[in-house]
């Protein structure tokens, strides 16, 4: 229970962020035998967090890397079509009872894969952008969703499931078609951006639901035990 | 075997009947839409422009000076001269032309609302126009997703209202709704462009409850529930902000509330009513609902409902008639004592200072200077409380709340 009392609610998110970023510096979530539901249940809570916190950082690098990219992509009701060659980012579009229905495996699987993908994407992004303050900020982005995909690994051991086959599942074609021309590679980092952004949303409510099925889960971020 | 002639006159009748009623409701069913400052030119049907004719009103005869010839003139028509307008031969008075002239504007753009309530189930558009233009809209509603049109089925209740399931989650492209409003005179229409998550906003927390705690005379103890709009609250909870003051202060105390859907008050003002609102927010997206409908409670109180028997009793040594008397051995001379009276061989001046200046950081329009201090912290000042103004002390009369 947060006692906000008219403060905004960004010092609660502060709070947060240093806690996830604390663990994001963690070498690798141990898997932990014995009490495994309850290291399962802490597993997910914080990998929630996590998500939450990224939601929270992408929001201003996005928005950043959009004013790099210039107009149209950084107006605020661009909608542009999807073209065919941005379905190799992974979509976090799906069907509504085919997402309620999914198995925690599944659901997990999809999170892993699709993040590991979307990693290997914005490190692409890394060389060519523009200023050093905003490659500084993709480098910080992408060392904390790291930090997410190893999260998730985490979890999918502590309950027993295996990870997904290589963590980049099918791997990029080598002559991945680089975009022909400029305004086609913006609107590849465009969709990119989006469908991380998305993706995290979603990740939100599939954590959720992971909370709800992984009795008898203490799901209370332990402020103290991390010395703040 | 039935008889053939009566049948066969029913056939004519019947065809007669129609036939009449057709000619009658052509005449009747004429409607004619006109703007407001427009200058309207009614003809009488076939007749004649020179032809002697009478125009009525609602049944009300025209005077000559606004006809022209067997024209009807009506010159910057305002929303007093709609209504029925008919034309009869001079002599006969033959019905010639019938007409009903409503007068209006072309709409406005409308105003467009979408909003999830009921998150993941889907989405509902609402409109209405900004100012009315006095005769009949029909309004149209698109939604367009990427390539997709879908279909946003029509409320019955409320009208003006339309809904739409989702069918997909976790969308990338936006939704994209277009309203289009039309009438005789015009049209025009609006759009509204979102994400999927902007637009969730839930309904208020329903059944606000609120009681005093027995015995905590600082406590309040508030619940609710979910709304019953909300379809799935396990896999999308909502959190709860909660906010609670005094009806004597307008500034609001807040919690934010990640869990549950109660919560415990601890630090009311004793004796004081309290306005309580609750409002809800999806976990993860969109934006808080409205402010569920207030509650008013009291924290509980020990004090009897009248005083001056208690100014009386006190002052009698028998001990049976006592449950007015306060037990001789505990005083609670905290600053927040309940009587703070019987402490004042154990107050001092770093307890009277605390109290003024709370009161003066909550009600700093009273001023300081004018209510000096005062000794009692609960309901009204009583007759037995004390009102200390620079250094005179007075009793204030009964129930008067400073």
């Not at chain 1, 963590?167 to 078609?177: E, H, N, S």
């Not at chain 2, 019947?14 to 036939?19: F, K, L, N, P, T």
């Not at chain 2, 034309?87 to 753009?109: A, D, F, M, N």
């Not at chain 2, 009897?304 to 449950?323: D, F, G, I, R």
């Amino acid at each position: 229970m947060l006692n906000v009392a008219g403060e905004p609610p960004g010092d609660s998110w502060g709070i947060f962020a240093f806690l996830c970023a604390a663990l994001c510096n963690l070498p690798a979530v141990p898997a932990l035998n014995g009490t495994e539901e309850l290291g399962a249940g802490q597993s997910i809570q914080k990998t929630y967090d996590l998500t939450r916190y990224l939601e929270h950082q992408l929001r201003t690098l996005a928005g950043t890397y959009l004013n790099y990219l210039g107009p149209p992509f950084n107006e605020p009701d661009f909608n542009p079509p999807r073209l065919a060659r941005a379905e190799q980012v992974p979509s976090a579009t799906v069907d509504l009872d085919l997402w309620r229905g999914l198995t925690d495996n599944a659901r997990l699987a999809a999170n892993y894969r699709a993040y590991s993908r979307l990693l290997c994407y914005l490190r692409g992004l890394d060389g060519q952008a523009g200023t050093a303050e905003l490659r500084h900020r993709l480098g910080h982005f992408c060392s904390s969703l790291q930090g997410l995909v190893v999260s998730i690994a985490g979890v999918m051991s502590s309950l027993g499931y295996p990870l997904p086959a290589g963590p980049a599942g099918p791997p990029l074609p080598p002559g991945a078609p680089a975009a022909p021309n400029d305004f086609l590679k913006k609107m590849d980092d465009f969709w990119l951006l989006k469908e991380l952004q998305t993706w995290l949303w979603r990740s939100a409510k599939d954590f959720n639901r992971l909370k709800k099925k992984v009795p008898p889960a203490v799901v209370t971020l332990r402020l103290e035990a991390r010395g703040f | 075997m039935a008889n053939p002639v009566p049948s066969a006159c029913c056939v004519v009748l019947a065809a007669v009947v129609v036939v009449y009623a057709q000619r009658h409701s052509q005449q009747d069913s004429h409607i004619q839409y006109e703007r407001v400052g427009a200058d309207v030119t009614m003809k009488c049907g076939s007749m004649d422009w020179d032809a002697a004719v009478t125009w009525t009103a609602n049944g009300t005869d025209i005077d000559d000076s606004h006809l022209n010839g067997s024209y009807l003139i009506l010159k910057n028509v305002d929303l007093t001269q709609s209504g029925q307008y008919s034309c009869y031969e001079g002599s006969s008075w033959h019905l010639k032309y019938q007409t009903y002239l409503r007068v209006g504007t072309p709409p406005k753009e409308p105003v467009l609302m979408c909003r999830s309530n009921n998150y993941p189930k889907g989405f509902y558009c609402s409109w209405h126009l900004p100012s009315p233009t006095y005769i009949p809209n029909s309004f149209n509603i698109s939604v367009i997703h990427g390539t997709r049109e879908m279909v946003c089925e029509k409320d019955i209740f409320p009208k003006n209202r339309c809904h739409i399931r989702y069918l997909q989650l976790f969308l990338t492209v936006k939704y994209k709704v277009t309203l289009t409003v039309t009438n005789a005179l015009g049209k025009n229409s609006t759009s509204l462009t979102f994400d999927e998550f902007a637009i969730v906003k839930p309904d208020p927390p329903e059944s606000v409850v609120a009681k005093p705690v027995p015995n905590n005379p600082r406590r309040l103890e508030v619940a609710w529930q979910n709304p019953s709009s909300w379809p799935d609250p396990e896999s999308f909870p909502l959190k709860f902000f909660l906010r609670y003051r005094p009806l004597i202060l307008d500034q609001w105390q807040h919690v934010e509330l990640l869990d549950g859907t109660s919560h415990t008050i601890t630090d009311a003002y004793a004796g004081k009513e309290y306005i309580i609102q609750v409002a809800a927010k999806d976990n993860d997206i969109g934006t808080w609902s409205d402010w569920s409908v207030a509650v008013h409670a009291t924290p509980w109180t020990e004090e009897p409902k009248h005083l001056t028997t208690e100014a009386q009793v006190t002052e009698t040594t028998s001990a049976s008639t006592s449950y007015f008397v306060p037990p001789p051995t505990t005083k609670i001379c905290d600053w927040w004592a309940v009587r703070p009276w019987q402490c004042v061989g154990q107050l001092d001046w770093s307890w009277l200072l605390m109290v003024s200046s709370l009161f003066s950081e909550y009600a700093p329009s009273w001023g300081h200077e004018r209510w000096g201090w005062v000794l009692g912290g609960h309901g009204g000042l009583r007759g037995s409380d004390v009102v200390g103004k620079g250094d005179t002390k007075q009793a204030v009369g009964e129930e008067h709340w400073v």
